[in-house]
């Protein structure tokens, strides 16, 4: 893996990611503050694809904005076409997760010519705080309120927060109790939660919850205009992203695949073999649209390498 600075719009400077694995190029719009170990399925050199990401806006290694508001749905949108643009990628793959999928989705909805397949993996299409303990039963307005005001305390206790996480040990006896949290299931391995969280614990954590509720508060998203191949995958114990909130606004969608899994919200971490499975079937759903589309015979660049032939 390999890391550069790129500029965004607005003049941010924003830290890339990068593998350098064969394949076609996929970019990932993450979940919060989250590091490239919780993708082990991309990181691999068997991975059959080129992950391509960043960091967000004011955390590992990238740059708080001059301006802090810039924090909404369009700077992060800018973010990531500025990682494309830099890659010299016109068209590729885009995966989301959390509320990464909010990004990939507008992503898609704003600029359907850079995106060529969607994945939206555990995270709803904006309007996070209302998707969060549908488990529970509890009805939207009430888990939106339960999300906001939760948020905006943890935010409050950031300094407390960091005083203590930043503290925290990962070892054996953390991670154990990470994977037997009810966040996430003891089916994740436990190297790769403590390669996960040995970063992710170290944020600034009033930034990081004032991320997150500038990013959590954007509407629902209507994914009517949403044209391409799109996968959805849904972990059916997550807590923060319930299954519902992600299959009724793509159920509909006209080449959409939904798939619920025994997972929770870290599912890239529970189902890394599953997730690149359908990571590359929805590869090759691409392929065969474009080649319908251009009535090319061979596979195309889109795809070319995204699998090992026979």
Known sequence: MQEHDVTSEDGTRIRVWQTS????????????????????????????????????????????????????????????????????????????????????????????????????????????????LGISGLPPDVRRLIGLTGTRALRAAGPLLDLVLHRLPINDVTTFLLRHSGLMLASSAPEAVAGSMRRFLRHDWSWYFTLALALGRTPRQDLAGVTCPTTVLAGRYDVLASPESMAGPAGALPQARVRVLPTSHFLPLEAPEVLSEELLLLIDRVDAVHRALYDLDPPSPLTSGSRPRA
């Open 21 to 132: 694995s064969e394949g076609p190029t996929v970019l990932l719009c993450p979940g919060l503050g989250t590091t490239p170990e919780t993708w082990p399925a991309l990181l691999l050199p068997s991975a059959g694809v080129r992950a391509l990401s960043w960091y967000h806006r004011g955390t590992m290694g990238s740059e708080r904005p001059e301006d802090e508001s810039r924090i909404a749905l369009a700077d992060h949108v800018a973010d990531a076409l500025a990682v494309l643009d830099d890659a010299g990628v016109e068209s590729c793959v885009v995966l989301g997760w959390s509320m990464g999928v909010t990004v990939a989705a507008e992503l898609a909805l704003g600029h359907p010519d850079r995106v060529s397949g969607l994945m939206l993996v555990a995270g709803a299409p904006g309007d996070s705080f209302e998707s969060m």
